[in-house]
């Protein structure tokens, strides 16, 4: 049966056939450039392989090359689809095993993985589930605080951002990988708060194409453990930004145990039915460490879809 596939890497001529293998899956349909910007206009070092069968593009897997402080060098397991007639032949793993195997200085790979590709990676790849991620949200409808507007501005190619050091586990992210995630992106509008103190939160207004609801993605923030009162007040006026401009809820992410878990929750932030799963497997005893996930700081950033 194997023989019947064809498995190479996927180049930009491929694109079409990406967006409509996306398209028969998922029910928020991304743009063709948003998928040409994640694929192929990456600035990580980055491959993405494909299974057709004939013409069709019956599935893919990629993956990215981060890094993380000290230089250690993470592969992102990223677009995992599988159109849904062809999978539990094994076309998930075998993808995935070239993915892997295309960079040789990896020291741990890594996946944010929705419920139906969390257990295909944990026994595929012989991962490890560090912890689930539970989207964190606020309902704005029903807060009822001051607002105070006016703080946020626009991130562009000019916005400077102090990288803070909490001791974590944490993707790099320098002016390059902002300048791509947020002032390049084809899809979306980012806006950032920035205290006196340097403390920050990057964030984009979410308009659900199916629903046609407003909402707010708190997408990145920094901050050093032990302000909380900082956290606070990064979040009060998110918040207000958000509401002012009709969004009707406020979604983050926040690992347990951090300053910015404490501070979401004594804001109002309850947890939702949204989970994304994150599994590890490091090439080094020495990053065993990692699979503890309060080793971590994680951000809706950090993912591909926010």
Known sequence: MVGK??????????????????????????????????????????????????????????IQKR?????FKVGQLSWI???????????????????????????????????????????????????????????????????????????????????????????????KFRDWRYVKSPVNEYSSITLDTGEFLIYKLYRDPITNQCSGDLVEFGYSEGSSKKINTLLRLANSEIKNANGSKSNLWAVPGTGLRAGAEKAGFTETGSECFFLIKVFSEKLSHLYDL???????????NY
């Open 67 to 71: 890094f993380l402080p000290g230089g």
């Open 5 to 62: 596939f064809v498995y190479r890497e996927l180049t930009p001529h491929d694109l079409l056939s990406i967006v409509h293998l996306a398209h028969s899956i998922y029910r928020i349909k991304r743009s063709e450039k948003f998928i040409d910007w994640q694929c192929f206009k990456n600035i990580f070092p980055s491959v993405a392989f494909g299974c057709f069968s004939g013409d069709e593009l019956i599935g893919m897997f990629g």
């Open 81 to 175: 689809n599988i159109s849904p007639e062809w999978r539990n032949l094994g076309h998930m793993k075998r993808l995935g095993q070239m993915a892997i195997s295309y960079f040789n200085d990896l020291d741990l790979i890594c996946v944010f993985a929705n419920k139906n590709a969390w257990e295909p990676c944990l026994f595929s790849f012989d991962m490890k589930a560090v912890g689930v991620l539970k989207s964190l949200e606020l309902d704005l409808e029903k807060w009822d605080c001051a607002l105070y507007p006016g703080y946020s501005h626009p991130v562009t190619a000019t916005s400077k951002f102090i990288d803070f050091d909490n001791k974590k586990a944490v993707f790099k992210k320098d002016k």
């Open 294 to 304: 309060s080793q971590w700081e994680l951000a809706q950033c950090d993912a591909t």
